[in-house]
């Protein structure tokens, strides 16, 4: 509910993990409701369990699924608007059709349950092709990479968080500041929110501060939060306390917490 709502974060000013909050402008997502974040991490973690092969029309099969099984708002406007039309409700019609020149946040939005993947280098190819279908573009391609790679390097690896901007130098591009402090307004490019979202992570130990922190970033604060909450439950370093209202208040319908529970129970067991 905090997206670029200013006047919201300043009515709740000191306690904005009190409770979800209805958004000003997406009237059709009720307080506790997720927007395209989670459902395209939901796409991408079947297109992960399906156990076929990891390629553009598998990824593009699993995200029109996930939208037309349960349509909602919050998408960018193109490109919900593009998932609407029927003509690109097929893999073919949508490959077709799709201009995957964008280099904004939606392929890191995603990306980071790839980080459950063992391998690093597929981490890295998975993480890639995903972001191609739709941001074939270096920042679109470099922050999704690195969204993937924040949680696999807590996942898989026993070094510590004050490396992970090193790492991420060495196998994402070392043509950007990782070490860095992210400071003010995220915008909608990629590389913005994982940058906001790695300050995030680095500089905060628990997992109520770093969420605090990504609000307080104002302007695209879900998809830094949808990134850094991913990588920092990975994190021995960061103490896992979130309320439990905010667990409790997340939408439970079909595909809801409980269907997330069960996927990533499913990913856990997966090798």
């Given at each position: ?192 929110c994982v ?39 990975q994190c ?25 529970i069960g ?9």
């Amino acid at each position: 509910g905090y997206e670029y709502n200013n006047k919201a974060m300043d009515e709740y000013a000191g306690r904005w993990l009190h409770g979800y909050i209805q958004h000003g402008k997406h009237t059709g997502i009720k307080p506790g409701m997720y927007t395209d974040d989670t459902q395209m991490s939901i796409a991408i973690a079947e297109a992960m369990l399906s156990g076929e092969k990891w390629s553009p029309e598998l990824i593009v099969k699993h995200f029109i699924a996930a939208f037309l099984r349960d349509p909602r708002d919050g998408y960018a406007r193109g490109f919900q608007a593009f998932l609407e039309t029927e003509e690109n409700q097929t893999v073919d019609g949508f490959l077709r059709n799709i201009r995957p020149d964008s280099d904004k946040s939606g392929a890191a939005m995603r990306a980071g349950v790839i980080g459950y993947e063992p391998n690093m280098g597929r981490v890295i190819d998975m993480a890639t092709t995903q972001a191609e279908v739709t941001h074939r573009t270096k920042g679109g391609v470099w922050s999704a990479q690195a969204a993937a790679l924040m949680v696999w390097f807590f996942r898989h690896t026993v070094e510590p968080r004050a490396n992970l901007p090193m790492f991420l130098a060495s196998r994402v591009t070392d043509q950007y500041p990782w070490n860095a402090l992210w400071h003010g307004k995220v915008g909608v490019k990629g590389m913005e929110c994982v940058h906001a979202a790695l300050t995030a992570v680095m500089y905060n130990n628990r997992m109520s501060e770093v969420l605090t922190r990504c609000i307080g970033y104002r302007g695209d604060v879900d998809t830094v939060a949808a990134i850094a909450m991913g990588a920092a439950s990975q994190c021995n370093e960061i103490e896992q306390d979130l309320p439990k209202h905010l667990i409790d208040g997340l939408e439970n319908g079909d595909y809801g917490r409980d269907y997330i529970i069960g996927l990533d129970k499913m990913l856990e067991e997966t090798k």
